[in-house]
């Protein structure tokens, strides 16, 4: 079946703008992970959804990145008034329930110039 | 805080040998996972580890889990130019947290 899909897969923006990525995860996947990865951290937990609350935010950098999920399906990460620091490839990740395997999308690759 | 150390961070070995990859994790936990990244795409799921003592195997590929010592080793048999990729064990703390940590990767290239 269909994997996890996420678009675009890459984005060039300028500094200061807003960008949003999206996240499709495989069907009837009830949980759904965000992560970054970077060269220099790694790779870091985000977000955490279950259907369309937001348990654990934890790992949000600041507070121009915010996320939603609809329909228990679909999520958006948007990030407000980018900066070159947000340069990363961002992974999205689901599961059928919390704590079993997570599945990884092919990535966003976001480019701040 | 969880910090889970991996190492080598890079491993370079010939054909046909065998060699360990390590996973330290610092604090309890009852599942750890193992991926696989080939260079410019995602993540793709080798093992998951459920319990103490738990062995997993897949080809030439073989994970351990060590509850008490918090420690899980990636094993490779008469390694093959395929494998070569960068692996990541990542850890599931408990219910309440189910964010996975991550390591820091190791990059494993095999040279013919």
């Given at each position: ?52 609350s937001a348990p654990d935010k934890s790992g949000l950098p600041s507070d121009r990145f915010s996320a939603e999920r609809t329909g228990g ?35 966003t690759r976001l480019l701040v110039l | 805080e969880l910090k889970v150390e991996q190492n080598p961070l890079f491993l370079s070995m010939q ?18 996972y193992w991926y696989r990244q080939d260079p410019g795409k995602s993540l793709e799921s080798l093992f998951v580890l459920l319990s103490n ?60």
């Open positions: 079946g269909a994997g996890v899909s996420q678009s675009p897969s890459n984005k060039v923006t300028e500094k200061g703008k807003d960008v949003e990525l999206r996240c499709d995860p495989i069907s009837g996947h009830t949980a759904l992970y965000w992560y970054r990865q970077s060269l220099g951290q790694g790779l870091e937990f985000l977000i955490y959804f279950q259907g369309n399906s679909v999520s958006t990460l948007t990030i407000q008034r980018t900066q070159q620091e947000d340069s990363a490839v961002y992974l999205c990740a689901s599961s059928l329930v919390a704590r079993e395997t997570q599945y990884f999308g092919p990535g | 054909e046909g040998k065998n060699y360990t990859i390590y996973c330290n994790y610092s604090t309890t936990s009852d599942r750890l003592g738990a062995v997993k195997q897949e080809g030439r590929l073989m994970a351990s889990l060590d509850t008490k010592a918090r420690l899980s080793t990636l094993h490779i048999t008469a390694a093959v130019h395929d494998l070569s990729a960068t692996y990541f064990c990542a850890v599931d703390m408990r219910i309440g947290n189910e964010k996975l940590t991550f390591g820091t990767g190791t990059r494993l290239t095999i040279i013919p």
